[in-house]
């Protein structure tokens, strides 16, 4: 069984771009779930869907936003990049049940020069 | 918000010393879970406590619930080089998944 995918592994934009991360999870999980990991700290929570409607977001600047897909796939957009976006950009995905576990991807390097 | 502390944010051991790691939250939790991130890699899951005063373990590994419910911990017995990376407590409220900040374990052969 596949497990959750990302793409792409890694992301060189400039300050003002916009990066588009994508994230597949395992077959069979609604809920998916975006967070930040800058340099050496912890993870941050950006946003958690499920069933493809928002259910959630962290404390970010509307700039980061996203969306889930029928197939229960998901995009997370960061517009007009700042060079403290440079961070791993981690999604992960769980049965959207109470009490469960989250299965991460390996991740997006994002880098803002 | 949800606040979950974590100590010690660092921790260095020579390979066969003991480690532990403490999570601490202001309320009552409906359960905790414990993850490892390697170096380089992604926070995989090791274990969820539901009960108060649960005990529970893995190999060198034994995971703790505090009887109130508001504490956890992380024990590994005789560490190996295998261990190194951040261990992280996180819970989930229903909303999301609050994770804490880690604690990064070194060890030295």
């Known amino acids: 069984e596949a497990g959750v995918t990302q793409s792409p592994t890694h992301l060189i934009k400039t300050r003002g771009q916009q990066a588009t991360l994508r994230c597949s999870p395992i077959?069979?999980?609604?809920?998916v779930y975006w967070y930040q990991q800058a340099l050496g700290l912890g993870l941050q929570f950006l946003l958690w869907?499920?069933?493809?409607?928002?259910?959630n977001r962290g404390n970010f600047p509307p700039r980061f936003s996203g969306r889930q897909f029928p197939n229960y796939s998901s995009e997370l957009n960061v517009n007009a990049l700042e060079l403290e976006d440079s961070a791993l950009y981690l999604c992960?995905?769980?049965?959207?049940?109470?009490?469960?576990?989250?299965?991460f991807g390996s991740g997006t390097q994002l880098s803002v020069l | 918000g949800q606040q979950v502390m974590q100590i010690p944010q660092y921790q260095h051991v020579q390979e066969g010393e003991d480690f532990t790691t403490y999570c601490n939250s202001s309320?009552?939790?409906?359960?905790i879970q414990w993850y490892k991130q390697r170096p380089g890699g992604h926070p995989v899951f090791l274990i969820q406590?539901?009960?108060?005063?649960e005990v529970k373990k893995q190999k060198r590994l034994t995971f703790q619930f505090g009887e109130a419910k508001k504490n956890s911990s992380l024990h590994i017995t005789a560490t190996q080089t295998t261990d190194v990376g951040t261990y992280f407590c996180?819970?989930?409220?229903?909303?999301?998944?609050?994770f804490g900040t880690g604690t990064s374990l070194t060890v030295i052969p």
């Open positions: 406590l539901v009960k108060s005063g």
């Open positions: 077959s069979g999980h609604t809920s």
């Open positions: 996180a819970i989930n409220t229903g909303n999301q998944f609050y």
């Open positions: 309320t009552t939790l409906s359960n």
């Open positions: 992960a995905s769980s049965l959207g049940q109470h009490n469960e576990k989250l299965f």
């Open positions: 869907y499920d069933e493809g409607e928002e259910r």
